[in-house]
């Protein structure tokens, strides 16, 4: 499959000033230069519909695709809302190589997340902003900002390749044992169904001063707005934009038109792909880069997005396209198709390529990671 791509620069100065605003409107807004951080590459829902297969096997999650015959007789059962007892977790199947698949940790979609979870989990990424770095990764400033270096550093090997969605759920995974063992985190996992709000991403409370702040619109001449309030207000990056290293604030700009392509349709042509690797491009250059961008400004920076927060749920979003995919097919949980560098001729992919986090917690293999029931890992999505 092809795609025609077009991508932009990545790196800039930074640039901050204010637009014409009323004087009591301008005292509480910052605003950056968009220029710096650049876009994703993507291609167009027309496109990726116009190349969508015939659709076969059942595209969605629950308990009835973990192999608990049980749960067969009540498929139609409502969806399970999560309390805020202490949660069965998926590293904890990675710290024994064991999975109980009749009693997998289940990621709950944030409207289905109790009130309690959903304050704690973001006060589990506040604790990791919290703590000092590690000191092995360059431009750190902080524990959480370890994470982002390391997806700074492989950004150019992790991007528009077939290890794609491997590396991102095995970065997903590192991200959550940082929470889990560093901070105490013990409940279960949030998703985002960004489909849901497809058009509409600022007006979802994932976006409120209670969780993760606000979404500002882009300005009428094209600048972001620092985030100054809610849990991560005047949060100042260090890693990026791009590959360097210049402090810049948490910035936003949200452009709904873009969100709204952020569809169940464009999500379920990509899905339609029988092909690993079509499947891949199509998610990659799809939904998952219209939602970065539409979020927009450090989201939308290809190596240092995840200084963003937020990029966490949206790759929880991408992960579960990615495992409902697999829930139509059981094959797709031991095979891969597609390049594992950029070499010419590549090297293909395949189960044992090593997937790795530059130290910051062990390296497994693409085969260790693509069920999420298979030992390494034990979860599963509400839906």
């Known amino acids: 499959m092809r795609f025609v791509l077009a991508s932009q620069a990545l790196v800039g100065a930074v640039a901050v000033s204010a637009v014409a605003l009323p004087r009591s409107i301008e005292k509480r807004l910052r605003f950056i230069n968009l220029a710096q951080f650049g876009r994703f590459p993507t291609i167009t829902p027309e496109q990726a519909h116009s190349e969508a297969e015939p659709l076969k096997g059942i595209f969605a999650d629950g308990p009835e695709f973990t192999g608990l015959i ?47 979870d959903k304050k704690a989990f973001v006060n589990g990424i506040k604790c990791l902003m919290d703590k000092p770095s ?15 270096s390391v997806h700074q550093q492989l950004a150019p090997e992790i991007h528009q390749r077939a290890v794609f969605l491997p590396w991102h759920r095995y970065y997903v995974y590192v991200f959550e044992s940082l929470m889990r063992e560093e901070c105490g985190f013990d409940r279960a996992f949030p998703w985002w169904d960004e489909t849901i709000d497809s058009g509409k991403f600022a007006q979802s409370d994932i976006f409120t001063d209670e969780h993760f702040g606000p979404l500002p619109a882009k300005t009428s001449d094209g600048q972001g707005t620092c985030i100054d309030s809610g849990t991560f207000g005047g949060l100042q990056l260090n890693i990026g934009p791009g590959s360097g290293f210049t402090q810049h604030c948490l910035a936003r700009a949200v452009d709904e038109s873009l969100t709204g392509t952020v569809s169940s349709q464009f999500v379920q042509d990509c899905n339609s792909r029988t092909s690993y690797d079509d499947m891949r491009g199509c998610q990659e250059l799809g939904p998952h880069a219209y939602g970065h961008n539409g979020v927009g400004a450090v989201m939308a920076e290809v190596q ?12 929880l979003f991408i992960d579960h396209s990615f495992r409902i995919w697999q829930n139509a097919d059981a094959a797709r949980t031991t095979t891969i198709n597609g390049c594992a560098d950029g070499a ?40």
């Open 134 to 148: 590690s000191g092995n990764f360059q431009g750190a400033q902080s524990r959480y900002e370890d994470l982002v």
């Open 70 to 116: 049980s749960a067969l007789t009540n498929s139609n059962s409502k969806t399970p809302v999560a309390t805020d007892e202490k949660a069965t977790t998926a590293t904890d199947a990675a710290a024994d190589g064991t999975c109980d698949r009749n009693n997998p940790a289940v990621r709950f979609e944030w409207r289905n997340y109790s009130a309690n």
């Open 344 to 383: 010419n001729p590549c090297a293909p992919a395949t189960m044992d390529t090593v997937l790795h986090s530059n130290g910051l917690r062990p390296d497994t293999t693409i085969g260790n990671v693509m069920n999420t029931l298979g030992g390494f890992l034990c979860y599963r999505y509400d839906y």
């Open 304 to 315: 240092a997005s995840p200084g963003d927060p937020v990029f966490f749920l949206h790759h």
